[in-house]
């Protein structure tokens, strides 16, 4: 059963930085691409950023230059490092992640990010 468990979610000042994390299964395979999505009120989930094996990056053109994603195969660990934070950045933020053989989408709880004064 993959696990993909996500913390360092709360609530941050209008301007702030926030760094989310996502750890995972150990039997992960380093090749697998793992990538963070958002919920926000009343929205659908949508795609923030992704990193691959190799740690190629795909950063969302809405949040490209404030957010970048990073990862530590050695603590199977995927981060999310969010700056310049909005009021519109509010949302549960989740890590996915996709079985290569067949596509099978498994996903973490989720983490609520809150960014207001």
């Known amino acids: 059963q993959v696990q993909l468990v996500e913390s360092g979610g709360g609530l941050v000042q209008p301007g702030g930085s926030l760094n989310l994390s996502c750890a995972h299964s150990?039997?992960?395979?380093?090749?697998?691409?793992v990538d963070w999505y958002r919920q926000g009120p009343g929205q659908q989930r949508r795609f923030v950023a992704s990193?691959?094996?190799?740690?190629?990056?795909n950063v969302a053109d809405y949040v490209k230059g404030r957010f970048s994603i990073s990862r530590d195969s050695a603590r199977h660990s995927v981060y999310l490092h969010m700056h310049i934070l909005g009021p519109a950045d509010t949302a549960v933020y989740y890590c996915?992640?996709?079985?290569?053989?067949?596509?099978?989408?498994?996903w973490g709880q989720g983490t609520q990010v809150t960014v207001s004064s």
């Open positions: 150990s039997w992960i395979s380093s090749n697998w691409v």
């Open positions: 996915h992640t996709q079985r290569p053989e067949d596509r099978l989408d498994y």
């Open positions: 990193i691959s094996g190799d740690s190629r990056t």
